[in-house]
C-alpha cells in the first residue's frame, strides 16, 4: 500500500454485526441455512432460550432473526452487509410438536437498527411467555381488521 492509497473499512456482513448486539445482550445465535437450487442458501440465525447446544425446534423454544430486502422477498441472508432498505424480522416456535413446533410472527425492525432487535431477543429470553402472548394479541388484531371483525371475538 501506498501512501495515497486510503484505508477501506471492511462492512461486516449481517450476521458479524447481529452477533455484536446480540452479543452485548449476553445471548449467543447459532447460524442455521437450506440450500437452494444453483448452490446458493438462506440463511438466518436461531436463539434458545440459553446458550449451548443447538435448540431442539421440536421441543424447546426457540426465535428466528431474518433480513431481508422487501424488494426481493426470495432472498434470505446474514451473509452479506445490510443493505438501507434491509428489514430484520423475528419468528418464534414453541418448540411442542415433531414438525419444529406452532410459529408465531414476531415484530420487525429496520435492518440498521440491529441494537433494538437484540434487546427483543434478550427480553424474549427473560419472559418468553409475554413476548408469545404479544405477539398473539397482535395476531388477533391483524387478522379482525382483515376481516372486518372485533378483535376480542375468538370464535
Same mark, same amino acid.
Given at each position: 500500500m501506498t501512501a495515497f492509497e486510503p484505508t477501506v473499512a471492511a462492512t461486516p456482513d449481517a450476521e458479524q454485526a447481529l452477533r455484536t448486539e446480540l452479543a452485548a445482550q449476553g445471548v449467543s445465535p447459532h447460524r /442455521?441455512?437450506? *440450500?437452494?437450487?444453483?448452490?446458493?442458501?438462506? *440463511?438466518?440465525?436461531?436463539?434458545?432460550? *440459553?446458550?449451548?447446544?443447538?435448540? +431442539?425446534?421440536?421441543?424447546? $423454544? &426457540?426465535?428466528?432473526?431474518?433480513? &431481508?430486502? $422487501?424488494?426481493?422477498p426470495d432472498e434470505v441472508t446474514i451473509d452479506r452487509p445490510v443493505k438501507a432498505a434491509d428489514e430484520w424480522s423475528t419468528v418464534s416456535g414453541t418448540g411442542? *410438536?415433531?414438525?419444529?413446533?406452532?410459529?408465531?410472527?414476531g415484530r420487525s425492525f429496520?435492518?440498521?437498527?440491529?441494537?433494538?432487535?437484540?434487546? &427483543?431477543?434478550? /427480553?424474549? !429470553? !427473560? +419472559?418468553? /411467555?409475554?413476548?408469545? /402472548?404479544?405477539?398473539?394479541?397482535?395476531? !388477533?388484531i391483524w387478522q379482525a381488521a382483515a376481516l372486518n371483525a372485533d378483535p376480542a371475538d375468538n370464535t
Open positions: /442455521d441455512e437450506d *440450500s437452494l437450487i444453483g448452490g446458493q442458501c438462506n *440463511s438466518w440465525l436461531v436463539i434458545g432460550l *440459553s446458550d449451548g447446544d443447538f435448540p +431442539n425446534m421440536a421441543e424447546q $423454544p &426457540y426465535m428466528l432473526a431474518v433480513l &431481508y430486502d $422487501p424488494a426481493d411442542t *410438536s415433531e414438525a419444529e413446533g406452532v410459529l408465531m410472527p429496520p435492518g440498521h437498527d440491529m441494537a433494538a432487535l437484540a434487546a &427483543y431477543i434478550a /427480553d424474549w !429470553r !427473560r +419472559n418468553p /411467555d409475554a413476548i408469545q /402472548d404479544a405477539a398473539m394479541a397482535e395476531l !388477533r
